[in-house]
C-alpha cells in the first residue's frame, strides 16, 4: 500500500476531527448565549407578573391580554413580516403546530397570568410558577430518576404550603384564593408550551414562528375580547394603564418570548427551566420595591422549599425518552 492509499482516509479523518473541534468550539458559546437568553426572559417575565397585579384594579383581564399582544404584533411585525411571507407555505404545512402553541402560549398562559392578578399577590404568582421547570421535564417527556422524583415532591410540597397558607385543613376545605389556581393552570399552559418548543420545524425561522403565534393568539381572543367588552365595559386610558401595557407587549412579549424561544432551541427545556428558578427571587424583590407587597416567614419558606425542590430536580444529566 502507498503513501497515495492513505490519503482519503486521513483527509476524513481530518475533516471529521475539525468538524468535532468546531462543534466543541460552538457548543460553549450555544450554551452561554441560551442561558444569558433564559435569563433575559425569567427577569423580564418577573416584571410583568408585577404589572399584571398592579393592572388588576384599571383593566379587566382579558382585555389587558388582548391589547398586549395587538402591542407584541404590532412590536414584531417590521422585524417579521417579510421572513414570514417567505416561510408562508411552511407555516401554512405545520397550521396545526403553530395554532396549539399560539393558544397554550398566547392566548391561555397570559389571559390566565391576569386573572390570577386579581385575586392572589405578585409573589405568589412568582411562587407558583417556580414549579413550572417540573411540569417542563414532564411535559418533554424526560426521565425523571428518584433525585428527580424527590425534588418534584419537594416542589409541589412547597407550592401546596404556599396555596394552603401553611394548614394542611386548609388545602382540605380547599380554603385558598381563587387566583392562586388560576396560576396553577397558567403554570400548566406555560409548561406544556416550552414543552411543545422542543418539536418546532428547524425549518421555520424564530422570527416567523413567533409572529405567527402572537398573530393566532391574539385571533383566538378576539371573540373573548368583545364578550368582555360588553359584559365589564372597556377602560380608560391612561399613564397607569398604557404604560403598563407598553411593558408587557413590547418587553414581556416581543423581546422575552423571542428570547425564551430562542434560548430552548440552544439548550432545550430543562437548562432553560434551571434559570426559571429564579423567578420567584426576582418577583418577591419587585413586588416589594414597586407594590409594596411584604415577604414573611410563610413565604420565604415555600420559597425555599421550591427552589430546593427545583434544583434538585433539575441536577444530573437530561435524557430524552426514546
Not at 407555505?89 to 390570577?116: E, K, M
Request: hydrophobic share 55%; aromatic share 8%.
Amino acid at each position: 500500500m502507498t503513501v497515495l492509499d492513505h490519503a482519503p482516509a486521513t483527509a476524513t479523518t481530518a475533516t471529521a476531527t475539525t468538524a468535532t473541534t468546531a462543534t466543541a468550539t460552538r457548543t460553549p458559546a450555544g450554551g452561554g448565549a441560551g442561558l444569558l437568553l433564559a435569563a433575559v426572559a425569567t427577569v423580564v417575565w418577573s416584571g410583568s407578573f408585577v404589572v399584571s397585579r398592579a393592572l388588576h384594579d384599571g383593566v379587566p383581564p382579558v382585555q389587558a391580554a388582548f391589547w398586549r399582544w395587538v402591542i407584541a404584533l404590532v412590536a414584531v411585525a417590521p422585524f417579521a413580516v417579510r421572513q414570514a411571507w417567505r416561510e408562508r407555505a411552511l407555516l401554512r404545512r405545520h397550521f396545526g403546530y403553530i395554532a396549539l402553541a399560539a393558544l397554550l402560549g398566547i392566548t391561555v398562559y397570559n389571559t390566565l397570568v391576569n386573572q390570577a392578578g386579581v385575586t392572589t399577590s405578585a409573589s405568589n404568582m412568582g411562587m407558583i410558577m417556580a414549579a413550572a421547570p417540573v411540569l417542563i421535564a414532564v411535559f418533554a417527556r424526560q426521565r425523571i430518576g428518584g433525585r428527580r422524583a424527590v425534588g418534584l415532591v419537594i416542589a409541589l410540597l412547597g407550592v401546596l404550603t404556599l396555596l394552603g397558607k401553611g394548614s394542611p385543613a386548609a388545602l382540605l376545605r380547599l380554603d385558598f384564593t381563587t387566583g392562586d389556581l388560576w396560576m396553577l393552570a397558567a403554570a400548566l399552559s406555560f409548561a406544556w408550551y416550552s414543552a411543545l418548543l422542543r418539536r418546532k420545524p428547524a425549518r421555520i425561522g424564530q422570527l416567523p414562528f413567533l409572529f405567527a403565534t402572537f398573530a393566532l393568539g391574539t385571533a383566538l381572543l378576539a371573540p373573548v375580547y368583545v364578550v368582555s367588552l360588553v359584559t365589564q365595559g372597556g377602560f380608560a386610558p391612561s399613564a397607569g394603564t398604557v404604560g403598563p401595557l407598553l411593558y408587557v407587549g413590547v418587553c414581556s412579549s416581543a423581546v422575552a418570548f423571542f428570547a425564551w424561544n430562542k434560548a430552548i432551541s440552544l439548550i432545550g427545556p430543562a437548562r432553560a427551566g434551571i434559570v426559571y428558578y429564579l423567578q420567584p427571587v426576582c418577583v418577591a424583590l419587585l413586588s416589594f420595591a414597586l407594590l409594596g407587597e411584604r415577604t414573611g416567614p410563610l413565604q420565604i419558606l415555600c420559597m425555599a422549599l421550591i427552589l430546593a425542590g427545583v434544583a434538585l430536580g433539575a441536577s444530573g444529566p437530561v435524557t430524552a425518552r426514546r
